[in-house]
């Protein structure tokens, strides 16, 4: 498996919380990605980032932000979280866009929001 | 956008039947259709990939088939195992709009021993 973690695992928190997730990656992948997955959904992309302080909003990024300061960590931070934010989260990097290779994910985080 | 349906939700076959599970995507610039496995508890994985300059790739037991003049692709599975129980998924990606992959609903596959 590609060395990708993500922290926390499982996250329990309550409505109107501040809630930040970490992808941290040894790989040295330029590209990393969040994702969110909840039934009848598949996956969703959140947020991605191309590099460093480089940033870009996917399908479904209303209420969360991110931010990478280094190439190994991308951090996805839901400012104000909402029941709607309960689901599974899943972190990926590539090594080129994912018009030419593959994405490997994270083990992926469990939220709920309460 | 990019726009990708997936069929059937679910499947379920006998040990050793075949399995398929089909794709549309909606922007004919696509050029690049993976498809992930998700095991229970698990986190997706790439088993098989396609790009659009090519209308089948085999790998052992899965293939792959693309038809982008109806812009459907399709996921075969022969010879099912018990292991091959999972989630798929398909994702298309197009170039355009940075690459980023849009992924379909997933099929749940379930193969009965």
């Known amino acids: 498996d590609a060395g990708i973690t993500q922290s926390p695992r499982h996250k329990v928190t309550e409505t109107g919380t501040p809630v930040t997730l970490r992808c941290h990656q040894t790989?040295?992948?330029?590209?990393m990605y969040w994702y969110r997955q909840d039934p009848g959904h598949g996956l969703r992309l959140i947020h991605y980032s191309y590099g460093v302080k480089d940033t870009d909003k996917g399908e479904v990024s209303d209420g969360y932000s991110v931010s990478r300061s280094k190439t190994e960590d991308f951090l996805l931070t839901l400012e104000s979280a909402t029941s709607s934010q309960t689901s599974v989260y899943f972190c990926?990097?590539?090594?080129?866009?994912?018009?030419?290779?593959?994405?490997?994910f994270g083990e992926g985080s469990r939220l709920t929001v309460l | 956008g990019e726009n990708v349906e997936q069929h059937p939700s679910t499947l379920s076959v006998q040990e050793g039947d075949s399995a398929v599970i089909k794709c549309t995507y909606s922007?004919?610039?696509?050029?690049?259709f993976p498809w992930y496995k998700q095991e229970l508890g698990k986190r997706p994985q790439l088993i098989i990939d396609i790009r659009s300059n090519v209308g089948e790739k085999k790998d052992q037991r899965i293939a792959v088939t693309l038809n982008k003049t109806a812009k459907h692709f399709s996921l075969h599975i022969t010879e099912t195992q018990p292991e091959d129980s999972a989630v798929y998924f398909c994702?298309?990606?197009?170039?355009?709009?940075?690459?980023?992959?849009?992924f379909g609903t997933g099929t749940r596959l379930a193969v009965r021993p």
């Open positions: 990926a990097i590539s090594e080129s866009s994912t018009g030419r290779g593959e994405l490997f």
């Open positions: 994702a298309a990606s197009m170039r355009s709009s940075g690459d980023k992959l849009t």
């Open positions: 922007d004919s610039a696509s050029n690049y």
């Open positions: 790989e040295n992948h330029r590209y």
